[in-house]
């Protein structure tokens, strides 16, 4: 079992309130159950956050390392205007 370590906080009366009202509607047997989840749930969106990053990092370089020449902002705009006119035809033909 981990151990425990017991820490007073400070929170905004709306935030007491929601905690209050969250242990007594039962959805958590404490105030110190309901703040542990929320600090895990915390944690683990930022170990998300990072996750994500790296992969932002990772393609990035891989973008900078690749040795195809790259495309002209021309070039981008007539490929997504020629996307978007196949998208809206295909949705007039679906419909």
Same mark, same amino acid.
């Given at each position: 079992?981990?151990?425990?370590?017991?820490?007073?906080?400070?929170?905004?009366?709306?935030?007491?309130?929601?905690?209050?009202?969250?242990?007594?509607a039962?959805?958590?047997a404490?105030? =110190?159950?309901?703040?542990? &989840?929320?600090? #895990?749930?915390?944690? +683990?969106?930022? !170990?998300?956050?990072?996750e /994500?990053?790296?992969?932002?990092?990772?393609?990035?370089?891989?973008?900078?390392?690749?040795?195809?020449? =790259?495309?002209s902002?021309? &070039?981008?705009? #007539?490929?997504?205007? +020629?996307?978007y !006119?196949?998208?809206v035809? /295909?949705?007039?033909?679906?419909?």
């Open positions: 079992m981990k151990r425990l370590e017991k820490l007073d906080v400070m929170v905004p009366a709306d935030l007491a309130e929601m905690v209050r009202a969250r242990v007594a039962g959805e958590f404490s105030d =110190s159950d309901l703040v542990g &989840e929320a600090l #895990r749930l915390w944690q +683990e969106r930022d !170990a998300n956050l990072d /994500a990053f790296e992969e932002v990092r990772a393609g990035i370089q891989q973008a900078l390392a690749d040795p195809r020449p =790259s495309i902002d021309e &070039e981008v705009r #007539r490929s997504l205007e +020629e996307l !006119a196949a998208t035809k /295909a949705r007039g033909n679906a419909a």
